[in-house]
């Protein structure tokens, strides 16, 4: 089946200080990807469209600014998170979408983010 | 606007028991799919089902089984004779023809199967 990988699985990291996070498509390739926050006990929300090759879309009310999303190639997103702050710490998951045009998406493992 | 509502917080059974958990969606589209996913305590998401909104038929797929009616708006998961391993949360997703993929997610559903 498709697979796919984000690293770190964890990070911790100071205020003030930024963080990339890695979602990687291993056996298939992805024109789309989503990433999706997940408070404790919470639900996912989407936080952006990540397309490759071009600007990604995000949702209402998060600020692209601080969540820099690049897609450079088919297999490989990345989200930086800038200027970390405590209210940042998170579990962040990438999902994967094949090329094929289905509505088949892939969850990687998700990121725990603690900023201290 | 599109929306899943699982209004089953959190729920509490005794191992061997069948348990339902209710998901309910709202769209305007025509063209939707379905989706119920399990979230372990580790936390990463499990697929269990997708279902298109052209295809009514209720399925099994061992002790899971899923009940969907367009009439209601509904989208069921039922678990038969559950085990302590059922333990987690789960989520019921909704994604619009038009919405490019993009998932919406319900609230979640924590069931705790206990021994």
């Known amino acids: 089946g498709a697979v796919v990988s984000q690293h770190p699985s964890w990070v911790i990291c100071k205020s003030g200080t930024s963080v ?31 397309n490759e090759g071009s600007k990604a879309t995000y949702e209402q009310g998060v600020e692209k600014d601080k969540f820099l ?7 490989l997103s990345t989200l930086t998170v800038t200027s ?8 962040y998951i990438c999902s994967a979408r094949d090329q094929t045009g289905t509505y088949e998406q892939y969850f990687g493992p998700g990121t725990r983010l603690t900023v201290t | 606007a599109q929306k899943v509502t ?13 348990v339902t958990l209710d998901c309910v969606y709202e769209t305007r589209d025509t063209t939707y799919y379905l989706f119920w996913y399990k979230q372990p305590p580790s936390g990463e998401l499990v697929f269990l089902i997708r279902r298109n ?15 969907f009616q367009k ?5 069921n998961f039922t678990i038969t004779a559950s085990q302590v391993v ?3 949360v789960y989520f019921c997703a909704l994604s619009g023809g038009n919405q490019g993929g993009k998932l919406i997610f319900g609230q979640g559903t924590e069931l705790s199967v206990k021994p």
């Open chain 1, 69 to 75: 999303i690049n897609h450079a190639s088919l297999t």
């Open chain 2, 53 to 67: 909104s052209f295809d009514e038929q209720n399925e099994i797929s061992g002790r899971y089984s899923w009940n």
């Open chain 2, 71 to 75: 009439s209601t708006s509904s989208f």
């Open chain 1, 20 to 50: 990339k996070i890695e979602c990687r498509s291993l056996d298939f390739q992805a024109t789309t990807m989503f990433w999706y926050r997940q408070f404790p006990k919470q639900s996912l929300m989407l936080m952006a469209t990540s």
């Open chain 2, 6 to 18: 699982q209004a089953q917080t959190e729920i509490s059974v005794v191992e061997k028991e069948d």
């Open chain 1, 84 to 91: 970390a702050h405590p209210e940042d710490s998170s579990f």
């Open chain 2, 86 to 88: 059922d333990s987690a």
